[in-house]
């Protein structure tokens, strides 16, 4: 008999903790929790099987199969993507789920302390609910910390946070920089600091740490002294855009629009905007690997949800590829470099590590993993 849908929610970017509670206890009502954790092991039986033997075989298959699908079934589409090389195997898909949600590092505990820090109650909330979202995240803080944090570790590590959180605003690239280091702490922290104010040219009127902007260079233009947030090209570049969008859409609804509008014009209103950026930032550069740093936040995570950045179309003959999506790679690190596109444009990676992924094969599929 099939089990009832779960009335928890899916596991998400957000919510790994309760929803490890919530599946744990689903596991455990199927039978299923020490096939999942590695406790209990298929039976092994000697030739010829018996009736019972075969039926306790049949009993731990089917508990398996049961225990892959609920697992599958209770988390978010786009956490099944690091699922589907080993969709067959409940405990290795239990630990990877783990490694994915549980990164021991400093910056998803300062993401913690955070969250915990800036934690209000909302308007309609009780005091009660409130309550247990902070109980919540004490439990996330918990689970992030490795084996052997201690109290002198804990003192350092909140110094080390509040350092970073005093950064302002024109410290942003240094702060992500700083958060993705999975070996930070405070002495490291300190040591940049000291490094950054030493730098050769710094006037020697400048505060601590305040010559750290001039290091900042924006991924947008490839100007320094300011990050792609704070980029006037980029905030005129998105402007031009829009109205252009909103221009070609309002001609197309017209009737008119979809019998006239050629190949030339299209291409006219993408140097158009090209050209405005450039005027704008001087030698800034616009290509369409970074059409998606040109929307707001809104219209970005659109644009994430949209087929086009949803479906890889990969090329065997490419020397590397490019994506969006963080959460596709199975280990990764930073590894910031420039990089030329065919349009001699120049765009920025973030980082770089290995994803794996399902190739459509007719009806089929195969998994495959590479270096990206």
Known sequence: MAPSPASFPKLSN??????????EARLRTLGAMR???????????T???????????RDYDSRVDAAAGEIWNCVEREQQTHLEAIRDDPGAMWRKLESVHMQKRPGTRFNTYNALLSLSKADDESLSTLSTRASQLKSDMKALRPADFDLSKLDDELVLMALIRALPAEYNALRQTLLLDDSLT???LQDTFVALENQPGAPSSTPAL???????????????GHSEDQCF???????KAKEKAAQRTQYQRSGKGKRKETA????????????TAQESAGAATVSAGCASALLSTSDRASWLSSP???????????SAHMTPHRHWFRSYSPHVIPIRLANSHIVYSAGLGLWSFSLRRGRGRAACGCTT
């Open 186 to 188: 405070l002495e490291k």
């Open 35 to 45: 096939i999942v954790q590695g406790t209990e092991s298929r039976p092994q039986f």
């Open 264 to 275: 030339s014009e299209a291409s006219k209103d993408a140097k158009d905007a090209s050209d």
């Open 233 to 239: 090209a980029k905030r005129d570049a998105s402007t």
């Open 308 to 318: 086009a950045a949803t479906n890889w179309n990969t090329d065997t003959g490419a």
């Open 210 to 224: 305040s010559h750290a902007a001039s290091t900042l260079s924006c991924m947008f233009c490839g100007r320094s």
């Open 47 to 57: 030739e010829p099987l018996d009736s019972g033997e075969r039926r306790e075989l």
């Open 14 to 23: 957000r919510n790994y903790q309760q929803w490890r509670l919530h599946m």
